[in-house]
């Protein structure tokens, strides 16, 4: 009996003191932290992709709150969660949130297995960044898509995928949340974030290739040579800019007037999402009767035997989505 | 007999060429003169399209202290200087000279007569230096690390002996053993020349003793040389490897990166250098021909040929009998370093030590398996490293832990994905993750 009064009065004692050392620290050890990076944290998609540059979302959370104390997340942006998880946090905070426009990630390389062959087999371990170790890889091209995945298997969001017909990786834009992490995957720097734009329309060179025309065009039929065809057409608004054998199209002042896709000999720019050009081909229609037939002949040429042998795929594209989208 | 402490396999040495004399190649109608032949800065071209070049007239000079100029090795004109598809299986800038006779510039010396160190006493060491800095020699087992930088020890250091790698452990590759047996002379020389340059007083060559011929021709001619000991070495692979040779040699073993030969105090020199080192201070003639070894366990006729450098490699197989029709692979090198090329139109470069052909059969690596965890990379691994471990931590991409393993100690020597019994492509892996970790080590050091 004593025995056991005894052990339960000790133990009772220690775990008083212990209780009271444990009050006491608690107290004069508590660190402070701002209730908000809790709030902002509960808003946040927790898909801890790394997107906005920060150590997953708990990190993003106290960058938010660090930011909201200079009185602007202009700097800030949570790709996965999007405008409406900002203005959520802008609200937390107390502050405006910026408009920043959402990106897409472009895969830009149109180098499908009809008009890129695969010469070569790689036999080695299935990685893009190994396969691009070795050299080339299995195309002419030493710039295009290498089809082995590794943008997919960096992808939370089941946004990339790797055609297995076609041996390029392809963006599923309605899942796509712009967290970049397939841009920072891809050993060849293919894939480029861009803006959504208006009805998820955008015009974007489909290349990387940056060798000389003429070994471009052996390498692959849909491949900027650089010719600068492009350039011109958008004198107007110079969006489009020659670097070294390959054009780009600065999203910031593209005017998606398409003239460049019409203008490229090698179907190497691609409208997104636009509806079909029907005016165009009235117009065309009404020019071809009212004029003579053989001054006809000439500009129809080429647009009969270019267009289904350089893209007719994004022809097919834009006939299939537009009803969805309009 | 000595070999190295750790690690190593055996593959079959298939040493098809053995004993087949060296062969001189025919000219090529067009020769194609990468400027990225060595390890380093590459060369800058310095000719243009229209210039008429003679055997031994500069096409590239170097283009930085780890660098090398690069020889015309053929007469003619200057067709352009664009890109071209090289045995890096990308395609970069090139010379391309269409080929015209067979003039050479009048300094080189094209007679066959023997030049001893004795007759020519005027050489001192930086004479020698020099000389094979304007070669544009390099590392002529493959490695091709511009010949002069490992001759001017960093300050602090002092070389003590010179170790010539005469062991050619690659399956199937002769082209050492070849010039050995019909250069040994030249190649005394040579290595004597190493020695002044680096003013050492010991000098070994090491040779396999799967080549007893060229051990015991080398023995005999060297009795001249009583600094140069010839050591037979017991075959396993890779002996060949710069710090696997020393610790066989002299029993050091250089510490891990960025520790380097010289800190154990050896100058470590490939038998083909030594005889392209003789040509170039005796002889003035730049490096702008090397042996290389064409075979395969299809190819017609196994050889031993002495190429021009910029030849393209179809027009070697064509000299060997063509290329057989039931070729799966090319290699340029031996089986084990080699490197897979995706076309015979790429042309021969300072560090082509073979053109091995592998039949279908062989070519395709079998189904990678899981890892059965029975640890034959680990003992096969030459530098102590865990390649199971490297593998899997590089294809998650954690570089940090890939770094505390010492990733950058891998010498790419394949041992560990021959060995492999679930055939797991261990050595793809680890080559990702070993640039991937030097090139974050290399960005740290610039931030310092």
């Given at each position: 009996m004593?025995?056991?009064l005894?052990?339960?009065?000790v133990?009772?004692?220690?775990g008083l003191?212990?209780?009271?050392?444990?009050?006491?620290a608690?107290?004069k050890f508590?660190v402070?932290e701002?209730?908000?990076?809790?709030?902002?944290?509960?808003?946040?998609?927790?898909?801890?992709?790394?997107?906005?540059?920060?150590p997953?979302?708990s990190?993003?959370?106290?960058a938010?709150?660090?930011?909201?104390?200079?009185?602007?997340?202009?700097?800030l942006?949570?790709?996965?969660?999007?405008?409406?998880v900002m203005e959520?946090i802008?609200g937390?905070?107390?502050?405006q949130?910026?408009?920043?426009?959402?990106?897409?990630?472009?895969?830009?390389?149109?180098?499908?297995?009809d008009?890129r062959?695969?010469?070569?087999?790689?036999d080695?371990a299935?990685?893009c960044?190994i396969?691009?170790?070795t050299?080339m890889?299995e195309?002419q091209?030493?710039?295009?898509?290498l089809?082995?995945?590794?943008?997919?298997?960096?992808?939370?969001?089941?946004?990339i995928?790797?055609?297995?017909?076609?041996?390029?990786?392809?963006?599923?834009?309605?899942?796509?949340?712009?967290c970049g992490?397939c841009?920072?995957?891809c050993?060849?720097?293919?894939i480029e974030l861009?803006?959504?734009?208006?009805?998820?329309?955008?015009v974007v060179?489909?290349?990387?290739?940056k060798?000389?025309?003429?070994l471009?065009?052996?390498e692959?039929?849909v491949?900027?040579?650089?010719?600068?065809?492009?350039?011109?057409?958008?004198?107007k608004?110079?969006a489009?800019t020659l670097?070294?054998n390959?054009a780009y199209?600065?999203?910031?002042k593209?005017?998606?007037?398409?003239k460049?896709e019409e203008?490229c000999?090698?179907?190497a720019?691609?409208?997104?999402?636009?509806?079909p050009?029907k005016?165009?081909e009235?117009?065309l229609?009404v020019a071809?009767?009212?004029?003579?037939?053989l001054?006809?002949?000439?500009?129809?040429?080429?647009?009969a035997?270019?267009?289904?042998?350089?893209a007719?795929a994004?022809v097919?594209?834009?006939?299939?989505e537009?009803?969805k989208?309009d | 007999?000595k070999?190295?402490s750790?690690?190593g396999?055996?593959?079959?040495?298939?040493k098809l060429?053995?004993g087949?004399?060296?062969?001189?190649?025919?000219?090529?109608?067009?020769?194609?003169?990468?400027m990225?032949q060595?390890?380093g800065?590459?060369?800058k071209?310095?000719?243009?399209?229209?210039?008429?070049?003679?055997?031994g007239?500069l096409?590239?000079?170097?283009?930085g202290f780890v660098?090398?100029p690069?020889?015309?090795?053929?007469?003619g004109?200057?067709?352009k200087?664009d890109?071209?598809?090289?045995?890096s299986?990308?395609?970069?800038?090139a010379v391309?000279?269409?080929?015209?006779?067979?003039?050479?510039?009048?300094?080189?010396d094209?007679s066959a007569d023997l030049v001893?160190?004795e007759?020519?006493?005027?050489?001192?060491?930086k004479?020698?230096?020099?000389?094979?800095?304007?070669?544009g020699?390099?590392g002529?087992?493959?490695?091709?690390?511009?010949?002069?930088v490992?001759?001017?020890p960093?300050?602090g250091?002092k070389a003590?002996c010179?170790?010539i790698?005469?062991?050619?452990?690659?399956?199937?590759?002769?082209?050492d053993?070849s010039l050995?047996l019909?250069k040994?002379d030249e190649i005394?020389?040579g290595?004597?020349?190493i020695?002044?340059?680096?003013g050492?007083?010991?000098g070994?060559?090491?040779?396999?003793n799967?080549?007893p011929?060229?051990i015991?021709?080398?023995t005999?001619?060297?009795?001249?040389?009583?600094q140069i000991?010839?050591?037979?070495?017991?075959?396993?692979?890779p002996?060949?490897?710069e710090?696997q040779l020393i610790?066989?040699?002299?029993?050091?073993?250089v510490?891990?990166?960025?520790a380097i030969p010289i800190?154990?105090g050896a100058?470590?020199?490939?038998?083909?250098?030594a005889?392209?080192?003789y040509e170039?201070?005796?002889?003035?003639?730049p490096?702008i021909?090397?042996v290389?070894?064409v075979t395969?366990?299809?190819?017609k006729?196994?050889?031993?040929?002495?190429?021009r450098?910029?030849t393209?490699?179809?027009?070697?197989?064509?000299?060997?009998?063509?290329?057989?029709?039931?070729?799966g692979k090319i290699?340029?090198?031996?089986?084990?370093?080699?490197?897979?090329?995706?076309s015979?139109d790429?042309p021969?470069?300072?560090?082509?030590?073979?053109?091995l052909?592998?039949?279908?059969?062989e070519?395709?690596?079998?189904?990678?398996?899981p890892c059965?965890?029975?640890?034959?990379?680990v003992?096969a691994?030459?530098?102590g490293?865990?390649?199971?471990?490297l593998?899997?931590i590089?294809s998650?991409?954690?570089?940090e832990?890939a770094?505390?393993?010492?990733?950058v100690s891998?010498?790419?020597?394949g041992?560990?994905?021959?060995?492999?019994?679930?055939?797991?492509p261990?050595?793809d892996n680890?080559?990702?993750?070993?640039?991937?970790?030097m090139?974050i080590i290399?960005?740290?050091?610039?931030?310092?």
């Amino acid at each position: 009996m004593n025995v056991i009064l005894i052990a339960v009065i000790v133990l009772g004692a220690v775990g008083l003191v212990a209780a009271l050392v444990l009050f006491v620290a608690s107290k004069k050890f508590a660190v402070w932290e701002d209730p908000r990076i809790k709030q902002v944290s509960e808003v946040l998609p927790q898909a801890n992709c790394g997107g906005c540059g920060y150590p997953g979302c708990s990190g993003f959370a106290s960058a938010c709150v660090k930011a909201a104390e200079s009185g602007s997340l202009s700097d800030l942006n949570c790709a996965p969660g999007g405008q409406a998880v900002m203005e959520q946090i802008a609200g937390i905070l107390g502050l405006q949130a910026s408009a920043a426009a959402p990106k897409v990630a472009v895969v830009r390389c149109q180098g499908t297995c009809d008009v890129r062959p695969h010469g070569v087999e790689f036999d080695g371990a299935h990685s893009c960044r190994i396969q691009n170790m070795t050299g080339m890889g299995e195309t002419q091209c030493q710039y295009g898509c290498l089809g082995e995945g590794d943008c997919a298997s960096v992808c939370l969001f089941g946004a990339i995928t790797v055609n297995p017909a076609t041996r390029i990786a392809e963006v599923d834009e309605s899942k796509c949340t712009g967290c970049g992490a397939c841009a920072k995957s891809c050993p060849r720097g293919i894939i480029e974030l861009r803006p959504q734009g208006p009805k998820n329309r955008k015009v974007v060179v489909l290349c990387n290739n940056k060798d000389k025309g003429a070994l471009a065009t052996k390498e692959c039929k849909v491949s900027c040579i650089g010719c600068g065809k492009c350039v011109k057409v958008c004198e107007k608004f110079e969006a489009i800019t020659l670097g070294t054998n390959l054009a780009y199209i600065d999203p910031d002042k593209c005017k998606m007037c398409r003239k460049c896709e019409e203008a490229c000999p090698r179907g190497a720019i691609k409208a997104f999402n636009f509806p079909p050009r029907k005016p165009k081909e009235e117009a065309l229609k009404v020019a071809e009767a009212s004029k003579t037939p053989l001054a006809t002949d000439a500009p129809k040429a080429p647009v009969a035997t270019e267009a289904p042998k350089a893209a007719p795929a994004p022809v097919k594209e834009s006939t299939v989505e537009t009803p969805k989208q309009d | 007999m000595k070999t190295f402490s750790i690690g190593g396999v055996h593959p079959a040495e298939n040493k098809l060429s053995a004993g087949s004399p060296i062969r001189e190649a025919a000219l090529p109608k067009q020769a194609i003169f990468s400027m990225f032949q060595h390890i380093g800065a590459p060369a800058k071209p310095v000719v243009k399209k229209g210039d008429v070049v003679k055997v031994g007239t500069l096409l590239g000079e170097a283009g930085g202290f780890v660098s090398a100029p690069i020889y015309s090795s053929v007469s003619g004109k200057v067709s352009k200087v664009d890109v071209a598809l090289d045995a890096s299986d990308t395609r970069r800038m090139a010379v391309y000279v269409d080929v015209e006779g067979d003039e050479w510039e009048e300094s080189i010396d094209r007679s066959a007569d023997l030049v001893r160190l004795e007759d020519r006493p005027d050489l001192d060491a930086k004479t020698i230096v020099e000389k094979i800095k304007q070669a544009g020699i390099v590392g002529m087992g493959g490695a091709t690390f511009p010949c002069h930088v490992k001759l001017c020890p960093p300050p602090g250091e002092k070389a003590e002996c010179v170790i010539i790698n005469a062991v050619e452990c690659e399956p199937y590759l002769t082209s050492d053993h070849s010039l050995m047996l019909e250069k040994a002379d030249e190649i005394l020389v040579g290595v004597a020349l190493i020695m002044k340059a680096v003013g050492v007083e010991r000098g070994y060559i090491g040779i396999e003793n799967n080549k007893p011929d060229a051990i015991q021709l080398m023995t005999e001619k060297a009795k001249a040389y009583p600094q140069i000991e010839v050591v037979p070495l017991k075959v396993q692979y890779p002996q060949g490897g710069e710090k696997q040779l020393i610790d066989a040699v002299i029993g050091r073993q250089v510490p891990a990166p960025p520790a380097i030969p010289i800190n154990v105090g050896a100058v470590v020199q490939n038998v083909g250098t030594a005889f392209a080192i003789y040509e170039a201070v005796m002889k003035n003639k730049p490096l702008i021909s090397r042996v290389i070894t064409v075979t395969g366990k299809s190819v017609k006729q196994p050889s031993n040929l002495l190429a021009r450098l910029g030849t393209p490699f179809s027009q070697l197989m064509e000299e060997c009998g063509g290329l057989p029709a039931d070729t799966g692979k090319i290699i340029g090198g031996g089986p084990m370093m080699g490197k897979a090329l995706i076309s015979l139109d790429i042309p021969m470069t300072k560090g082509s030590s073979g053109l091995l052909i592998m039949n279908n059969k062989e070519a395709r690596r079998a189904e990678a398996e899981p890892c059965i965890r029975c640890a034959k990379c680990v003992s096969a691994c030459p530098m102590g490293l865990e390649p199971y471990l490297l593998s899997n931590i590089s294809s998650q991409h954690m570089w940090e832990e890939a770094e505390r393993e010492c990733i950058v100690s891998c010498i790419e020597c394949g041992s560990c994905a021959y060995t492999c019994p679930s055939n797991r492509p261990l050595l793809d892996n680890i080559r990702l993750g070993k640039t991937t970790v030097m090139g974050i080590i290399r960005e740290r050091a610039a931030k310092k």
